[in-house]
């Protein structure tokens, strides 16, 4: 042990700025809410590193979408604090709130797209109204996201004459149209079927692994969770292709809600296996194989 009147010679600085962690994009730390007497989160606390998605399973009610509001800031916790992108949101005003936001896409399980704009204009949307980009500039944009996702040719169509996994990826191509660190992803893949389910799960695995874009994935769909999880994306001569993830290259995480506290944080082999009595039961119907 060091005596207190010591001297102790500090490092160079620039041997601590190359050892020192990069902050995480999340973090909670006891973060509470709750709706009058209804407790929905207790103390609850993790971090996500850049780059990393986590997948927020739980059953209905367990605090999944009120925790991504929190993270927008739609809600504000009881106790506890909230930090995104190294500011502190729970205790901001709505002006600040929106700089915050800016670097923030969504997309909603309800999809949200605006019936009366073009599949340019809905992408688009956020470029047109929120910056000052050239016309020009924001077409190119909207044109490569739409590319990314493979409908570059539905750039005239109105959302009506898209199939539902059409919109969710055009829903998918507006959140990362003004190239946003952080994805939050609500539901998105429920109602569709698992074919066109596939079709989105591989533009997140994109946006995940091609676009270093961090993610946070609450979801009732254990299937395509796992799906994500244990899949990457590679370029190759070919053009990008989604293959099966090696033993420890993921950089996805799963975390369970239940009861206002994660009863489970950890990657999909160790959720499979874990012996918990809730987890057991909560993943009985949804186990592989598929």
Do not use: C
Request: proline content about 7%; overall charge negative.
């Amino acid at each position: 042990m060091i005596p207190r009147s010591a001297s102790v010679a500090a490092p160079r600085a620039d041997a601590a700025t190359a050892t020192s962690p990069e902050p995480p994009i999340i973090a909670f730390d006891r973060v509470s809410f709750a709706f009058d007497d209804h407790v929905v989160l207790h103390e609850v606390s993790f971090s996500i590193p850049r780059g990393r998605m986590r997948f927020l399973l739980g059953a209905s009610g367990s605090g999944k979408s009120v925790l991504l509001k929190l993270i927008l800031g739609l809600l504000r916790p009881d106790s506890g604090t909230i930090t995104v992108n190294g500011h502190r949101i729970d205790a901001l005003s709505e002006p600040e709130l929106l700089d915050i936001r800016g670097d923030i896409g969504m997309v909603f399980q309800e999809i949200a797209l605006f019936d009366s704009l073009t599949v340019e204009e809905n992408v688009g949307y956020r470029l047109y109204e929120e910056t000052d980009m050239p016309a020009d500039d924001v077409r190119q944009r909207v044109e490569e996201v739409l590319g990314f996702v493979g409908l570059e040719e539905y750039m005239t169509r109105m959302p009506a004459e898209l199939s539902g996994g059409q919109r969710r990826r055009v829903a998918v191509a507006r959140a990362m149209a003004s190239r946003p660190g952080l994805l939050l992803f609500d539901d998105p893949t429920t109602g569709l079927d698992p074919i066109t389910s596939i079709s989105v799960n591989d533009e997140i695995v994109k946006l995940r692994d091609l676009e270093q874009v961090t993610a946070v994935f609450a979801t009732h769909q254990i299937r395509d969770a796992f799906y994500i999880a244990t899949h990457q994306a590679v370029r190759t001569p070919a053009g990008i292709q989604i293959v099966d993830a090696a033993p420890g290259s993921t950089r996805a995480d799963f975390m369970v809600l239940h009861e206002g506290r994660f009863v489970f944080e950890g990657d999909a082999d160790a959720l499979l296996a874990s012996p918990d009595p809730y987890l057991k039961e909560f993943l009985f119907n949804t186990l592989p194989p598929w």
